[in-house]
């Protein structure tokens, strides 16, 4: 069974620090990594992809991949309420269309 | 550009009804998905079509119809409902396989 694991939270962080999400994932042939923003009531929206080993820099956000460990996080500097959502991980395995999605983990930032 | 769009928003069916969610998109894609979203569970892929004409099974199928009627739009079918399938419902698209999916607002429906 392939899977996505991510610690559900919430995970509680004062605005203005960094809130860092963990994810690993089973498939070690996975290639591609995603990062989904889940507000409550809301659809996923996508924040970040991920395809290669090292760090992906976007504005507040970094996503960082190691495949050696099957392991992905994404960085949220400057955490502001607004950030407070489910943060969803989703790994693509090789081949087929069926990407595989973590059940999130809550952030809530304290103003 | 709307990008994922669904209907209905909200949806209450007794045990033995039938429904069809609708879904389009208007970003060209040729990828459309749709999934299901429980509690605790995160996001479980119900069928998907990987282009215009061809759709496949996902991981949870079962009780479950598609069809994609042409490139924009992708449809889900509960042919009898249950209240097992009391969810949220997502459609969702991408431009080719490997690439980000879109996702629409979602339909919330429940089954008495």
Partial sequence: QKEVEQN????????????SLNCTYSDRGSQSFFWYRQYSGKSPELIMSIYSNGDKEDGRFTAQLNKASQYVSLLIRDSQPSDSATYLCAARPPGGFKTIFGAGTRLFVKA | NAGVTQTPKFQVLKTGQSMTLQCAQDMNHNSMYW????????????YYSAS???????????G???????????SLRLE???PSQTSVYFCASSEAQYNEQFFGPGTRLTVL
Avoid: C
């Avoid at chain 2, 999934?35 to 119900?46: F, V």
């Avoid at chain 2, 479950?64 to 992708?74: M, P, T």
């Fill in chain 2, 52 to 62: 215009e004409g061809t759709t496949d099974k996902g991981e949870v199928p079962n």
């Fill in chain 2, 64 to 74: 479950y119809n598609v069809s994609r009627l042409n490139k924009r739009e992708f």
């Fill in chain 2, 80 to 82: 009898s409902a249950a």
């Fill in chain 2, 35 to 46: 999934y299901r979203q429980d509690p605790g569970m995160g996001l479980r892929l119900i």
């Fill in chain 1, 8 to 19: 559900s939270g919430p995970l509680s962080v004062p605005e203005g620090a960094i809130a």
